[in-house]
Structures are given as C-alpha cells and as structure tokens.
Nanobody, 124 residues
C-alpha cells in the first residue's frame, strides 16, 4: 500500500522560504516518479513539480519555476520541495503524489497515491 506523509508546512511572510518533506513507503521509491500538487482555497488541484526516478529529471509549472526546487533522497525514501521567494498566491495545501506529470490541473485518479497534505500560508 502506497503511504506518503508530508511535513514542513506553516505560516511564512511573503519573500520567505519553507522546505516540505514527504516520506514514502509501500513501494519502490527510488525508481518512481513523484510530484508535488497543491490546492489553493476554493480552487482545484494544481500541478507544481515532478521528479523522475533515477534520472532525477525535474519539471516545474511556470508559476513556481525559478523559486521552487524539487529533490529526492532515495536512501531515505524522501521527497522534498524547497520553496523560496514565497508569494501570497502560493498559499495552498501541498500534496505529495506518486507519479509524474499528468496534467496542469489534475484529478486525484491521475496519481497512484496521495499524502494527507500540508498547509502552506504566505501572509504578512
């Protein structure tokens, strides 16, 4: 059974930074594509970033490119999202999901597993 547990969210001022973590279990993490997906208040799911297996190729939505960095530690079965220069529009629940890029506005069934989400609030 795929299990994903996110942590690291919180309240941060505009321009600040946060690092999200996602610990994975129940599948072979090192060879699996992984993604971060977010949901802002009152909106649908939005793809943020993906990283692909052993190649570690990375991809970002235009809205976060240059500010966010996705990475992984396969020895720790952990996925990360380093978020810098945060803006109020980054406020959302951030989910770790098993799978690579599917669509810019995905549905839950486009990924093979989801974490419970971690809240990120950017506000002064």
């Amino acid at each position: 059974e795929v299990q994903l547990v996110e942590s690291g969210g919180g309240l941060v001022q505009p321009g600040g930074s946060l690092r999200l973590s996602c610990v994975a279990s129940g599948f072979i993490f090192g060879s699996s594509a992984m993604s971060w997906v977010r949901q802002a208040p009152g909106k649908g799911l939005e793809w943020v970033s993906s990283i692909y297996g052993f190649t570690t190729n990375t991809y970002y939505s235009d809205s976060v490119k240059g500010r966010f960095t996705i990475s992984r530690d396969n020895a720790k079965n952990t996925l990360y999202l380093q978020m810098n220069s945060l803006k109020s529009e980054d406020t959302a629940v951030y989910y770790c999901a098993k799978g690579g890029y599917s669509s810019k506005w995905p549905t839950r069934d486009e990924y093979d597993g989801w974490g419970q989400g971690t809240q990120v609030t950017v506000s002064s």
